[in-house]
């Protein structure tokens, strides 16, 4: 079963990161989750208002969205209990980041796309 993969900020938008990441975590074999508040589908996958809409277990949630909105989503992050969170570039939050380790939750400030493509994933 592939590893669910929640992608905070998804788009449909193909010249965004996000986007870009949803489908090369398609096609490295993970399944992407998909949230946005904004959006029903993305390319045919359903789009989940908050992590707290997909009930499976989350294994990583990769971060695109300004620290203004992944500091509200806080609670939700740790409610999810991913094994890590991906702070891609512009979207570090320190202290989010303080709070996800203080519960044992790993972070790393990277990029998807980069870990994706040299299989350190």
Known sequence: M???VAILGATDDPTKYANMAMHKLQDHGYNPVPVNPSKKTIEGLTVYHSLS???EPIDTVTIY???SISS???DDILAAK???VIMNPGAENQ???DALKANGIEV???CTLVLLQTGQF
């Open 95 to 97: 202290e989010l980041a």
């Open 82 to 84: 991913p094994r890590r």
């Open 72 to 74: 509200s989503l806080k």
């Open 65 to 67: 969205v300004r620290p």
């Open 53 to 55: 809409d997909f009930k």
């Open 2 to 4: 592939a590893s669910n």
């Open 108 to 110: 790393l400030h990277a």
